[in-house]
């Protein structure tokens, strides 16, 4: 039955997903599914394969797959800018990108103070046109999903690029590995995640959030709540502030006061989500080896 794809931690998780609507399997034949994100105006979804070294393309409406871009220098998290242009956070070139309407590529960020990013991870765009990013070293750590290196900056951080200047400055740099990353529906909070315990048992596989200034200025910081199953990766909110973010069983789902209420049960590792369809209420999962999909009854947070 659809309602054994559910855990009810909370009861004001009961009223969010559908119980007669099965988890889908779009997809299966990835190694490492990552950063989905949903054109609204084309109907379809584009997420990334790294260790692969593609992008592929789910249209909704025939629900068909296809390559989108190959090779795609090792890509990670993508997002959608408020044009409808796509971002890409690639590991094989340690840059940030975005994709113009007519295809080409521009290059956002690729160095920081003379020295070259580790591998941008994931990134979001805020309603002001800037582009916040995160950029641990997992693409260069080793071969597997990019180009094994040293680090230049020596340093993880969370970094800003102003939308009139381009100008790159870190808003943070107290995180050992930061990962997913979200506004709340009002951008007065901004969700990162440490996945630092990759690196080291005694290191975090926690969230937190901040205070965001009007200056583009981080304060605060606080642990947001950490992770029961694994690690959190990619996340997103949904119009009422509550968070969607992967872990190792599914997606859990947590209340703003920090309570997790439910999960979406996923039978493989969750890296990523966003919300899709026409009107926001499609959850896409990316999953290990696939992508997944389930109805839900609230909708994502605009983003675009």
């Not at 997809?27 to 260790?51: I, K, N, Q, T």
Request: charged content about 25%; overall charge negative.
């Amino acid at each position: 039955m659809a309602a054994s794809d559910y855990e009810v931690l909370d009861e004001r998780f009961a009223r969010l997903p559908c119980m007669t609507a099965n988890v889908h399997k779009l997809f299966d034949r990835c190694h490492w599914a990552e950063g989905p994100a949903y054109f609204p105006a084309g109907r379809y979804l584009v997420w990334s394969d790294a260790p692969n070294n593609r992008m592929l393309r789910f249209d909704e409406a025939g629900e068909t797959v296809s390559v989108f871009r190959q090779p795609a220098n090792n890509s990670n998290g993508n997002t959608v800018d408020r044009q409808g242009r796509l971002v890409t956070c690639e590991h094989g070139t340690r840059r940030v990108t975005r994709t113009e309407h007519d295809g080409a590529i521009t290059v956002l960020a690729d160095s920081f103070n003379g020295k070259r990013l580790n591998s941008p991870n994931d990134v979001v765009v805020k309603s002001d046109g800037s582009i916040w990013f995160t950029d641990p070293t997992y693409g260069i750590d080793s071969d597997y999903e990019g180009n094994k290196a040293q680090s230049e900056i020596g340093a993880s951080n969370v970094y800003r690029i102003d939308a009139q200047s381009g100008e790159i400055r870190v808003v943070c740099d107290d995180f050992v590995k930061p990962n997913g990353l979200a506004f709340s529906p009002d951008e007065s909070l901004l969700y990162v995640v440490d996945t630092g315990r990759t690196h080291g048992a005694q290191n975090p596989a926690h969230m937190r959030v901040f205070e965001v200034g009007e200056n583009g200025t981080l304060s605060g910081g606080r642990v947001f709540a950490d992770c029961t199953a694994g690690l959190f990766d990619g996340f997103r909110l949904d119009v009422d502030g509550r968070i969607w973010t992967s872990a190792a069983d599914g997606v859990h789902v947590y209340d703003p006061d920090g309570t997790l209420i439910g999960k979406v049960r996923i039978p493989e590792v969750v890296a990523n989500l966003c919300f899709g369809g026409p009107k926001r209420d499609r959850l896409f999962i990316c999953a290990t080896t696939g992508l997944y999909s389930v109805r839900l009854f609230v909708n994502g947070a605009k983003t675009f």
